[in-house]
């Protein structure tokens, strides 16, 4: 019986070359039938009804805290094993204003909602939280959600990540640094620095 010769150097090559053509071709036809009947997410968008869009780059603002506040539930859960573990699992939830400038007495312009998770495994120091925010914003002009979660530490600059948002925010990604920019007794003050990259 004899065996099946092995396929030349060239004949390898023209048949991968076909296949690579096939798939580009097939790839091609999908998306002009994609465009044709209007499922393509390349295509450009239909002016949405709602506020402008917001298509700056950067959008600043502060958050203002006053421990002990009714907006602050430091109990939302307890740690788990507060023994073992330390503060781990403890949960806050929270709603804040946001204002244009960092006076209290400055221009609001939303809110700042959400909740913090501490993930310090063992009983520290250390401020280690996971923090998912939800900022309700609405300066007259923009107006929507933006959704942002990160780790906050006690050392700050913290970088979150911007995830999402609605309205003049709809499809918002990109980064953001939080500082706490002001420790006077019960307050805090926050300054977000959001950085958009659509």
């Not at 209007?38 to 009804?49: E, F, I, M, Q």
């Not at 998770?117 to 923090?131: F, G, N, T, V």
């Not at 600059?157 to 980064?175: D, L, Q």
Request: hydrophobic share 40%; proline share 5%; charged share 15%.
């Amino acid at each position: 019986m004899a065996a099946t010769p092995c396929m030349a150097g060239g004949s390898a090559t023209m048949m991968m070359l076909a296949i690579v053509s096939g798939l580009l071709i097939h790839h091609a036809i999908q998306n002009a039938m994609a465009v044709v009947s209007g499922n393509s997410c390349k295509r450009v968008a239909a002016k949405l009804l709602g506020p402008a869009p917001f298509r700056k780059c950067r959008l600043q603002y502060y958050v203002q805290v006053l421990v002990g506040d009714v907006s602050l539930n430091q109990n939302l859960l307890p740690p788990l094993n507060q023994s073992y573990s330390g503060p781990f699992g403890h949960a806050e939830l929270f709603a804040f204003n946001a204002t244009e400038g960092p006076e209290q007495a400055s221009t609001r312009i939303g809110y700042a909602r959400g909740f913090t998770i501490d993930s310090a495994y063992k009983a520290s120091e250390i401020i280690d939280l996971i923090e998912v925010e939800l900022i309700s914003y609405d300066d007259g002009k923009y107006k929507g959600t933006i959704q942002i979660q990160g780790e906050i530490r006690a050392i700050s600059p913290n970088e979150v990540a911007i995830v999402g948002g609605t309205c003049s925010f709809r499809g918002a990604r990109g980064f953001g640094f939080i500082e706490r920019v002001l420790l006077d007794g019960p307050y805090r003050r926050f300054h977000h620095d959001l950085h958009f990259i659509y």
